[in-house]
């Protein structure tokens, strides 16, 4: 039998909160895309890369994209830096089938606001607060291996509302300590590619090295990986041809 392909993930991360802020520097020691591909790490059916915002083009050439199956992103103080022609180039991908993860603050990065077409904004409260993460859609890929609950110990607050199209499906809600709850799992189809919003993981707290969130992580990578492609910008060809014999 044919071995299968392995999904090829590219890990993006602005990395920058991680060489100004010694907490952060001292949570994520290499990074949150270290974390984060480290999470990815050791599975027979995943290659995961890692790449930067200041790296040439962002990490995320023609050539990279091209060879990645699902991109995840995280972002917070560079947004605004992200230059729009790379944003062009990571929406199209999606359009023809590569899937994305955007964690996070991601909800405020171009390529998320670009891909929902909203302002994505939301309540926030830095208080290492509870978080507890209720599973709405019980059964679903994504949620393999998690229980009808878990509970990250410390993070930040984000809360309804949410400025995001209605999704596909709501996968997870979060409550807070301070009452306040959040669609904290969300997928998408954008084109032929998958997008899956991921809530937790703000940059001081060790989120990405909990077990549930590592499960969800690679779990989604699979869900998110492309079982076709479309090519986009197609001039309707066989449609003409087909009028032309006519
Ligand atoms: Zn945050």
Redesign the pocket.
């Known amino acids: 039998m044919a071995k299968t392909r392995e999904i090829r993930v590219t890990v993006w991360n602005e990395n920058i909160h991680e060489k100004t802020h010694a907490e952060v520097q001292k949570c994520y020691p290499k990074g949150i895309h270290g974390a984060i591909a480290e999470a990815l790490a050791g599975q027979s059916d995943i290659q995961a890369h890692t790449a930067t915002q200041d790296q040439p083009e962002h990490g995320l050439t023609q050539k990279v994209l091209d060879a990645t199956d699902v991109l995840t992103w995280w972002g917070?103080m560079g947004h605004g830096d992200v230059k729009d022609e790379i944003v062009d180039r990571v929406q199209r991908r999606v359009l023809e089938g590569m899937g994305i993860i955007c964690l996070?603050?991601a909800h405020f990065s171009k390529i998320f606001r670009r891909l929902m077409g909203t302002a994505c904004q939301l309540k926030?409260r830095?208080a290492a607060e509870r978080e507890v993460l209720w599973v709405t859609r019980p059964g679903h890929e994504i949620l393999q291996g998690i229980d009808d609950h878990f509970i990250i110990p410390h993070e930040?607050m984000y809360g309804e509302h949410f400025d995001i199209p209605e999704p596909d499906e709501t996968i997870l809600i979060s409550s807070f300590t301070g009452g306040e709850v959040f669609r904290s799992g969300c997928t998408w189809r954008r084109g032929a590619g998958k997008v899956f919003y991921f809530r937790p993981?703000?940059?001081t707290f060790p989120t990405y090295y909990q077990s549930e969130v590592k499960t969800i992580l690679l779990n989604a990578v699979r869900w998110a990986a492309p079982v076709g492609a479309m090519k986009i910008d197609c001039p309707h060809k066989p449609e003409m041809d087909w009028f032309a014999k006519k």
């Open positions: 917070h996070h603050s926030w830095e930040e993981g703000h940059e």
